[in-house]
């Protein structure tokens, strides 16, 4: 069974950087489109960025010119470099495909504050 390992997340002050990392345990990234997805506290998960097989990307408006996503076939691994983050970024962040077909990993928090 697929398993994703999302790592990288930590606390960090308002306008700071955190790189994201999603480990795939079964080699599926090189078959489908992936995203990168968040929840905050009381909030429903939603959708941040997208990386198509082609290597295009998509971003939500709330991160567009913030965060990049990107993926390293060769190691099985998706990234999200976050830049200039904000208190409202404060989430967990997942991995998965898009439209999300495999089982969630833990995620990583990501904590925005001062």
């Known amino acids: 069974q697929v398993q994703l390992v999302e790592s990288g997340g930590g606390l960090v002050q308002p306008g700071g950087s955190l790189r994201l990392s999603c480990a795939d345990s079964?080699?599926?990234?090189?078959?489908?489109?992936l995203g990168w997805y968040r929840q905050a506290p009381g909030k429903q998960r939603e959708l941040v960025a997208t990386?198509?097989?082609?290597?295009?990307?998509n971003y939500a408006d709330f991160v567009k010119g913030r965060f990049t996503i990107s993926r390293d076939s060769a190691k099985n691994t998706l990234y999200l470099q976050m830049s200039s983050l904000k208190p409202e970024d404060t989430a967990v962040y997942y991995c998965?495909?898009?439209?999300?077909?495999?089982?969630w990993g833990q995620g990583t928090q990501v904590t925005v504050s001062s």
């Open positions: 998965n495909t898009v439209p999300s077909r495999l089982r």
């Open positions: 079964g080699s599926v990234f090189s078959r489908y489109v």
């Open positions: 990386i198509f097989l082609g290597g295009t990307t």
